[in-house]
């Protein structure tokens, strides 16, 4: 019985995120997925796959690249890319550093420096639409973004304007200048997430089930060593089994102590978990009560 409810909901949230790939496409002249290599992203273009198989996925990838990520993500990301053929834009922070575009944080992290990319990106390739792999669970403002989520001429996002969406019916109108984001796993849990990868045999970034890792400890979360940085004087580094809740920027990304090597032991695991991969393993949201929503406004995913 258990199982038939599980694989009914999957088969209602497949349903709902692809009929919302095929709205976008019916109703905006250029969007975009935004890609990164992570499993929430990764889930993003293996549904977009399924909506318009056996047509090729008729919207580019984007990331927006930090400059500090994980090597095994980077090469996951490539080599996704190469077997769908599909066409890849990469922004790269470093090079706003390199024009003056963008200034180096004090603290190195570069994931709020992301905002500048994007939305140059964004208007550069004129998308109207741009795809992104937000769930509701993770995060308070999140919990509060519709699945059609309108920004400003400045990429803004205004919770005031926010549109009713009723009966699976998404206003995707907006002004010249303006664009929309759009998240089709607005109402999946990570929980939902591991249980659909199980499902359809997603391939992932191997830094997302345990593996041997040299770490250290800095305000309760465990970082490792990288282009970004690495510990200080009195931060030891240890080598301990750990995964990868989520995939971001390495600075502000930690991992978790963890023998899950299979997706059934993530799901096992996920399942007893009382806190959200962000929550608890994103430095960058706890820069402030309200630090994503803030990002969020200022155009942040």
Not at 133 to 152: H, P, T, V
Not at 265 to 286: H, K, P, W
Request: charged share 30%.
């Amino acid at each position: 019985m258990a199982d038939a409810v599980i694989t009914d909901n999957l088969d209602a949230l497949e349903a709902e995120a692809i009929h919302i790939f095929r709205e976008v496409a019916g109703e905006f002249d250029r969007p975009v997925i935004l890609f990164s290599g992570g499993k929430d992203s990764t889930l993003l273009v293996h549904l977009a796959y399924k909506a318009f198989w056996p047509a090729p996925i008729p919207f580019p990838l984007l990331h927006v690249d930090t400059g500090h990520n994980f090597d095994e993500v980077i090469e996951f990301r490539d080599n996704l890319v190469d077997k769908l053929g599909a066409r890849l834009v990469v922004a790269k922070v470093q090079d706003w550093i390199d024009d003056g575009r963008l200034t180096e944080r004090p603290d190195g992290t570069r994931n709020p420096l992301q905002t500048v990319p994007l939305l140059d990106s964004i208007t550069e390739g004129k998308f109207d639409a741009v795809f992104g792999g937000g769930r509701r669970d993770e995060e308070r403002a999140r919990a509060k973004e519709r699945i059609f989520s309108l920004r400003n001429a400045f990429g803004q996002w205004d919770p005031r304007r926010q549109r009713p969406e009723l009966w699976s019916l998404y206003n995707g109108r907006h002004r010249p200048g303006e664009h929309v984001r759009v998240f089709p796993l607005s109402n999946w849990t990570e929980l939902d997430v591991w249980r659909y990868i199980e499902r359809e045999n997603i391939e992932l970034p191997s830094i997302y089930f345990a593996h041997r890792r040299e770490v250290y400890q800095r305000d309760g979360m465990w970082l490792t060593s990288g282009p970004w940085g690495g510990p200080r004087e009195n931060e030891p580094v240890t080598e301990m089994t750990v995964r990868y809740r989520t995939v971001g920027d390495g600075s502000c990304t930690g991992a978790v102590r963890s023998d899950a090597s299979t997706v059934d032991e993530v799901i096992a695991e996920v399942t007893a978990s009382r806190l959200t991969e962000r929550g608890a393993t994103r430095a960058d949201d706890r820069l402030s009560e309200a630090a994503m929503e803030d990002r969020k406004r200022e155009g942040y995913f």
